[in-house]
C-alpha cells in the first residue's frame, strides 16, 4: 500500500512540476536554443557539449522559474479559467509558497547555469525572467501592449544561443531576435483570439483592438508580413556571420507565404478554427524556420 501511495505521490509531484514550469512551452523554446547555438558555433567557437547542456537545463530552469512566479502572481485569475483552473496552485495541489520556492529555485540554478557559460548569456536570462513576470504579468489584465512587452522575454531564446557559442551580441544576434520578436504576434494574437472568451473570464487584454474584428486580423497579417521580410535578412549579406544561401532563402520566404496565408485566412473568416490554425502553422513554421537556418549553415 505504501509503494503505491509513494508511486502515485511521485507521479504527482512530477506531474506538478511539469504544470509549474509548463513542460511543453519550455521544450519548444529551448528548442530555439539549441538552434541559435548551432548557428552561432564555428572554428573560432567550437561545439562543446558542457555548453549545449547547461544551455538546456539552465534555459528550462530560466523559462520554468518564468512560468512558475507567473503562476503564483495569477493564481487567482487562473481558477476563473477553464483552461487554467487545474493547474497545481489555482487547484490547491501546491502552495502558493511552494510554487515560489520552486520558483526561486529554478532561478537561481538557472542563471548559475547561464553564467558559467558566459556573463552574457546569464545577464538575458535574467532579463528575460525579470520582464516576464515583472512587467507583462501585471500589463496582461491592464492593457494589449502586454504581448508588446511580452514578445521581447519571448525573442530571447533565439538569439541566447548564439550568445551562449559566441559570448558576442552583434548584429547576428539581433537579427535572431528581430525574426521571434516578429513571430510572437501572429502567433499569441491567434491564441488570444481562440480563447478569447476564457481570457475574458481573467480581464485579460490579449487582442491589439480588444475585440475580434478586422482590425486585429489586420495587425495579425501585418506583423506576418515583417516577420516574413525579417526572415529573409540573413539572404541580403547585412547580418555578419549569420547568412543563408538564395536556395534556403527561397524555402524561407515560401515558409513565409504559407503563415501569411493563414493570417489572411483568418482576416476573412474570423473564425476561432481559423485563428486555431493559425496559432499551429505558426509553431510548424518557427520550427521549420529555424530547422532551415542549421541545415543551410552546415550542408553549404
Not at 67 to 81: F, G, H, P, S
Request: overall charge positive.
Amino acid at each position: 500500500m505504501n509503494t503505491i501511495s509513494n508511486t502515485f505521490s511521485l507521479k504527482t509531484v512530477f506531474s506538478d512540476f511539469k504544470e509549474i514550469t509548463k513542460a511543453g512551452l519550455a521544450i519548444s523554446v529551448l528548442f530555439s536554443s539549441i538552434a541559435g547555438y548551432f548557428l552561432g558555433i564555428d572554428d573560432k567557437h567550437p561545439f562543446q557539449w558542457s555548453v549545449l547542456l547547461m544551455l538546456i537545463v539552465g534555459g528550462y530552469c530560466m523559462v520554468g522559474a518564468s512560468n512558475a512566479y507567473n503562476q503564483v502572481i495569477e493564481k487567482d485569475l487562473d481558477a476563473l479559467m477553464d483552461r487554467t483552473k487545474n493547474r497545481p496552485v489555482p487547484s490547491g495541489r501546491m502552495s502558493p509558497l511552494m510554487a515560489l520556492v520552486v520558483a526561486t529555485l529554478l532561478t537561481v540554478v538557472g542563471i548559475s547555469l547561464l553564467y558559467a557559460i558566459n556573463p552574457k548569456t546569464a545577464m538575458f536570462g535574467a532579463i528575460s525572467i525579470f520582464l516576464y513576470t515583472s512587467v507583462y504579468t501585471p500589463l496582461k489584465t491592464m492593457t494589449s501592449l502586454s504581448v508588446f512587452v511580452g514578445a521581447f522575454p519571448g525573442a530571447i531564446p533565439f538569439m541566447l544561443g548564439w550568445v551562449a557559442a559566441t559570448g558576442e551580441f552583434g548584429i547576428e544576434a539581433g537579427t535572431l531576435f528581430l525574426i521571434q520578436f516578429f513571430w510572437q504576434f501572429p502567433h499569441f494574437w491567434a491564441i488570444g483570439w481562440f480563447l478569447y472568451e476564457d481570457y475574458e473570464k481573467a480581464g485579460f487584454f490579449m487582442l491589439p483592438t480588444g475585440k475580434k474584428d478586422k482590425g486585429t486580423a489586420l495587425q495579425i497579417i501585418l506583423y506576418s508580413v515583417w516577420l516574413l521580410i525579417a526572415s529573409l535578412l540573413p539572404a541580403l549579406g547585412f547580418t555578419g556571420q549569420l547568412f543563408i544561401t538564395p536556395i534556403s532563402a527561397v524555402i524561407v520566404f515560401l515558409l513565409g507565404l504559407w503563415m501569411l496565408f493563414y493570417a489572411v485566412r483568418l482576416y476573412k473568416v474570423r473564425s476561432a478554427k481559423a485563428a486555431r490554425t493559425l496559432m499551429l502553422v505558426s509553431v510548424s513554421y518557427i520550427t521549420l524556420l529555424q530547422l532551415v537556418y542549421i541545415f543551410d549553415k552546415f550542408l553549404r
